[in-house]
C-alpha cells in the first residue's frame, strides 16, 4: 500500500472525500445557523474539514464522525469570534428586496440568533438546531452540563425578547432532561 506525503494511504484520502461529500451540506447549514453568513459558514466548514484531515486517521475510526466534525465546526466558530473584529459587512451595503413570506420568519430569527453571544449562540444552535442533547451540548463545547441549561434558558429569554411576535415559534420551555 502506497503511503501519501503525509503518512495518509490513499484509500484515507477516498474516505475522506466520501465523507466530506456526506457531511457537508449538513455542516454548512449548522455553520450558517451560527454565523448567518454563508461564505462565512463554508470558510468554517473548510476549517474545519482542515483540522480534520489532520486526524483522519483516527477520525476515521470513530463510531460518529459526523458528530465529531459538527464539535469541529463550533469550535472554529467560537475561535473564529475569539480572534475576529467586528467589520462592516458588504452584505450590510447592498440593498435587498423585502420578502414577505417564510424567508422573512428565517431571516428575523437569524438576525435574533446574530445578536447572541456566540458561546449561547452555538449553545442554543446545538440544542434546538442540531436536537442535541444538554450533555451531547455540554461535551461538544467543553463546557458543564450546569452552564448548558442556564445559557439555553438565557438564550431563549434573549431570543424571545428579542422576537416579539415570532417567539411563539421557540420552544416553551427548556427541557433539561435530554
Same mark, same amino acid.
Given at each position: 500500500?502506497?503511503?501519501?506525503?503525509?503518512?495518509?494511504?490513499?484509500?484515507?484520502?477516498?474516505?475522506?472525500?466520501?465523507?466530506?461529500?456526506?457531511?457537508?451540506?449538513?455542516?454548512?447549514?449548522?455553520?450558517?445557523?451560527?454565523?448567518?453568513?454563508?461564505?462565512?459558514?463554508?470558510?468554517?466548514?473548510?476549517?474545519?474539514?482542515?483540522?480534520?484531515?489532520?486526524?483522519?486517521?483516527?477520525?476515521?475510526?470513530?463510531?460518529?464522525?459526523?458528530?465529531?466534525?459538527?464539535?469541529?465546526?463550533?469550535?472554529?466558530?467560537?475561535? #473564529?469570534?475569539?480572534? =475576529?473584529?467586528? *467589520?462592516?459587512?458588504? @452584505?450590510? /451595503?447592498? %440593498?435587498?428586496? !423585502?420578502?414577505?413570506? $417564510?424567508?422573512?420568519?428565517?431571516?428575523?430569527?437569524?438576525?435574533?440568533?446574530?445578536?447572541?453571544?456566540?458561546?449561547?449562540?452555538?449553545?442554543?444552535?446545538?440544542?434546538?438546531?442540531?436536537?442535541?442533547?444538554?450533555?451531547?451540548?455540554?461535551?461538544?463545547?467543553?463546557?458543564?452540563?450546569?452552564?448548558?441549561? #442556564?445559557?439555553?434558558? =438565557?438564550?431563549? *429569554?434573549?431570543?424571545? @425578547?428579542? /422576537?416579539? %411576535?415570532?417567539? !411563539?415559534?421557540?420552544? $416553551?420551555?427548556?427541557?433539561?432532561?435530554?
Amino acid at each position: 500500500m502506497r503511503s501519501l506525503r503525509n503518512g495518509t494511504s490513499p484509500e484515507h484520502h477516498e474516505e475522506f472525500r466520501a465523507f466530506v461529500t456526506g457531511s457537508q451540506g449538513h455542516l454548512r447549514r449548522s455553520a450558517y445557523v451560527l454565523c448567518g453568513d454563508w461564505h462565512l459558514a463554508e470558510d468554517l466548514v473548510q476549517n474545519a474539514y482542515q483540522r480534520i484531515f489532520r486526524l483522519w486517521h483516527r477520525v476515521r475510526l470513530m463510531d460518529l464522525p459526523d458528530a465529531y466534525a459538527r464539535r469541529v465546526v463550533y469550535r472554529c466558530f467560537l475561535d #473564529s469570534r475569539k480572534w =475576529r473584529r467586528e *467589520a462592516a459587512s458588504l @452584505e450590510a /451595503l447592498v %440593498d435587498r428586496p !423585502a420578502v414577505q413570506d $417564510d424567508a422573512a420568519v428565517r431571516l428575523t430569527i437569524l438576525a435574533a440568533l446574530a445578536e447572541l453571544a456566540p458561546r449561547t449562540r452555538a449553545v442554543v444552535a446545538l440544542r434546538y438546531w442540531e436536537d442535541q442533547s444538554v450533555e451531547q451540548t455540554a461535551e461538544a463545547l467543553s463546557i458543564s452540563t450546569g452552564t448548558v441549561k #442556564s445559557m439555553s434558558a =438565557r438564550g431563549l *429569554a434573549q431570543l424571545r @425578547e428579542r /422576537l416579539g %411576535d415570532f417567539a !411563539a415559534l421557540l420552544p $416553551d420551555s427548556v427541557d433539561t432532561t435530554r
